[in-house]
């Protein structure tokens, strides 16, 4: 198992909170980051680490339609 940091974004685009995870796999902690991501009450964001690497970073857009 290996320890993930998701770093989530604020309204304000900068990191607001994190959260830090064991996952055996990449496959497996993006899932529980996004899982996590949706339970924020803000959505700008989140970027997740394992270790030096970043894993994905995804960015919240807005429909503008």
Do not use: K, P, R, T
């Given at each position: 198992?290996?320890?993930y940091r998701c770093y989530f974004r604020g309204s304000?685009?900068?990191f607001g909170s994190r959260q830090d995870?064991?996952?055996d796999n990449d496959?497996?902690?993006i899932a529980k980051a996004r899982a996590l991501y949706?339970?924020?009450e803000i959505k700008a964001?989140?970027?997740l680490w394992n270790g030096a690497q970043?894993?994905?970073a995804e960015t919240e857009v807005e429909n503008k339609a």
């Open positions: 198992m290996a320890l304000s685009g900068h995870f064991q996952a496959d497996e902690a949706a339970e924020e964001g989140f970027e970043l894993v994905i």
